[in-house]
């Protein structure tokens, strides 16, 4: 069974920095695209960022510059370095990724079970 499990959210004041985790784990054959999805209050889902596993990286226009976006492929783990932290980052942040496990032949999309950023002075 495949689980993503997320680490590093809470609370910040603006201007802030904190750095996401989110490791994989299970019955694994491989990892294709990882990326951080946010929802805040009332809104829907949206992704913030994305890398391939070719290293190829997408943002969100309202994060560029001040989000940074990393794998490391042997321990299954995405990275997300956030910056420059705004109250409106502030939402839950959840981690996604294409993994084919090793009973299967086609990826499937997993998700993790969501961590808090909450950025407030």
């Known amino acids: 069974q495949v689980q993503l499990v997320e680490s590093g959210g809470g609370l910040v004041q603006p201007g802030g920095s904190l750095r996401l985790s989110c490791a994989a784990s299970?019955?694994?054959?491989?990892?294709?695209?990882m990326g951080w999805y946010r929802q805040a209050p009332g809104k829907q889902r949206e992704l913030v960022a994305a890398?391939?596993?070719?290293?190829?990286?997408t943002y969100a226009d309202a994060v560029k510059g001040r989000f940074t976006i990393s794998r490391d492929d042997a321990k299954r783990t995405v990275f997300l370095q956030m910056n420059s932290l705004k109250p409106e980052d502030t939402a839950a942040y959840y981690c996604?990724?294409?993994?084919?496990?090793?009973?299967?032949?086609?990826?499937?999309?997993?998700w993790g079970q969501g961590t808090q950023v909450t950025v407030s002075s």
């Open positions: 996604n990724a294409e993994i084919r496990p090793l009973s299967a032949f086609r990826t499937a999309s997993y």
């Open positions: 890398v391939t596993n070719l290293g190829r990286t």
């Open positions: 299970g019955s694994i054959g491989s990892v294709n695209t």
